[in-house]
Antibody
């Protein structure tokens, strides 16, 4: 079964850091671009970051102001998001999502999400 | 940044009715890079339509997409109970952005 499973969420104080992980199974991980997408409580979807199949091309949403770092380990079928200087507005469910090159990079597979809460 | 504006915010319909959802872009989007997603409560989004009009694998043919340039539409021909959900459009032509969503609720 094609699957993405996120972990690493939790409660963190403002200014703190957190590292999210996403483990893939059921497909050839190293051939796909991966993304992080977040959803604040009761709100819409916000694209956060993407990393190319090799890890060499990375993009971030402007709103992050350089606080987040995306990376991947193709040997371990894993995607990561290092989040620093966290703010209350970073509180959200964080999803990892696969971009399918066959659909022009639409997000065809999503994980179940991991919850990040930034609060004192 | 390309801003996507979805309308209406909420659509109140009965099962069996037709739903028409709109997604308008602040600048032209290449049709190849426009997608629609469905999100049911407590679940992750699911890809419905990519390239503006192509159904993703396993998506019923009551879902269809159309449009070009700055105006795109998702149509659900006859609403089934499981179709009452929130729908998001997304462009991945210039960076990636989502619309704010349209909720389809039971009337």
């Amino acid at each position: 079964e094609v699957q993405l499973v996120e972990s690493g969420g939790g409660l963190v104080k403002p200014g703190g850091s957190l590292r999210l992980s996403c483990v893939a199974s059921g497909f050839t991980f190293h051939t796909y671009t991966l993304n992080w997408v977040r959803q604040a409580p009761g709100k819409g979807l916000e694209w956060v970051s993407s990393v190319s199949s090799s890890g060499s091309v990375i993009y971030y949403a402007d709103s992050l102001e350089g606080r987040f770092t995306i990376s991947r380990d193709n040997a371990k079928n894993s995607l990561f998001l290092q989040m620093n200087s966290l703010r209350a507005e970073d509180t959200a469910v964080y999803y990892c999502a696969r971009a399918d090159w066959r659909s022009g990079d639409a997000f065809d597979i999503w994980g179940q999400g991991t919850v990040v809460t930034v609060s004192s | 940044e390309i801003v996507l504006t979805q309308s209406p915010g909420t659509l109140s319909l009965s099962p069996g009715e037709r739903a028409t959802l709109s997604c308008r872009a602040s600048q032209s989007v290449t049709s190849t890079y426009l997608a629609w997603y469905q999100q049911r409560p407590g679940q992750a989004p699911r890809l419905l339509i990519y390239a503006a009009s192509r159904r993703a694998p396993g998506i019923p043919d009551r879902f269809s997409g159309s449009g070009s340039g700055t105006d795109f539409t998702l149509t659900i021909s006859r609403l089934e109970p499981e179709d009452f959900a929130v729908y998001f459009c997304q462009q991945y032509d210039s960076s990636r952005t989502f619309g704010q969503g349209t909720k389809v609720e039971i009337k």
